[in-house]
Each structure stands twice: as structure tokens, then as C-alpha cells.
């Protein structure tokens, strides 16, 4: 799947999705063709999530044409159901890559209910150091149907 040389093996995004696989990953939420759904350890907004490729690639561009479409057809419907579940406004897509550089998706949805200031300004303007850690009792009431969700369009694996 990867077609670049200069593949990183050992990131943060390599652990989680070893640990997806062994079904360890404490914010695992489905298994989809592409990769795995886990919830932002930080949830700096009401159901922030990350799609971990599987097999990590370095970036989307390094994938095979077929993977690069697979990927973005999973990161769109999960958006989709995030939309339904969150009640939010839009999602944000981001895949940056420059601290982890291997590709992950982050999903951001965003609400017009934010505080004015942050509304239009991209999400790293948040407060990120008091934004409430991952919570598996408490975030349970948005995770549980984002994994229905994407069950029920049969996207998971």
C-alpha cells in the first residue's frame, strides 16, 4: 500500500494502530476498510476524532490510488455520521503529518454554539490544555452511536 522510501515505522500512529489491532487502543471506536476510528485523547470538541490507516502510510500521497480513495471515501462517511451523532455545524478535516509523520485524519466537528472568537479560527486556537480528556463513561453518549452509525452503512470490518 505504502509507495514512498522513506517510511517511518516507529510514530505515535504506528503504536495506536498496533494497539487497534490487538483490540487494546483505550479510545477505539470501529474498524473500518481503511483503518481505524479512535476518539481524540483530548476532546477539545464534542466528538473529536482521528482515522489511523491501516497499513499506516507515510502521507495520503504515498498511497496507491485505490487506498488514497478508500481512505477518504471512510474519513467522508465517518464525517457524515459524526454530523448526525454530534449535532454539529460542519467537520473539519485535517491531515497534517508534521509532528507524527504518518498519515492519520483528524475529524473535528464544529459547532456554532463555540465562543465567537474561535468559531471561524481553526481548531488549534482552542484551549487545548483545559480541554476534558477522553472520558470512556462520559463520551460514551457520542461514541456509542458513531460506531452504530458507521455499523449500520456497513463500513465496519
Not at 510514530?11 to 483503518?35: F, K, N
Not at 502510510?57 to 481512505?71: K, S, Y
Not at 456554532?112 to 471561524?120: F, G, H
Amino acid at each position: 500500500m505504502v509507495t514512498a522510501a522513506h517510511d517511518m515505522t516507529d510514530t505515535q500512529i504506528h503504536r495506536w494502530v498496533a494497539l487497534a489491532q490487538r483490540g487494546e487502543h483505550p479510545r477505539l471506536i470501529a474498524h473500518l476498510a481503511s483503518g481505524w476510528v479512535v476518539a481524540g485523547e483530548q476532546q477539545v470538541v464534542r466528538g473529536y476524532c482521528l482515522l489511523l490507516p491501516d497499513p499506516v502510510g507515510v502521507h495520503l500521497n504515498a498511497l496507491t490510488p485505490t487506498h488514497q480513495a478508500r481512505f477518504l471515501y471512510d474519513m467522508a462517511a465517518l464525517g457524515d455520521v459524526l454530523l448526525e451523532v454530534t449535532g454539529a455545524a460542519r467537520i473539519n478535516y485535517e491531515m497534517l503529518g508534521n509532528l507524527e509523520p504518518a498519515l492519520h485524519a483528524h475529524l473535528f466537528p464544529r459547532y456554532d454554539s463555540e465562543p465567537a472568537d474561535l468559531r471561524t479560527r481553526p481548531i488549534w486556537y482552542s484551549g487545548w490544555a483545559q480541554a476534558p480528556l477522553f472520558d470512556t463513561s462520559t463520551d460514551a453518549a457520542w461514541v456509542r452511536p458513531v460506531a452504530e452509525g458507521l455499523q449500520a452503512r456497513g463500513l465496519v470490518v
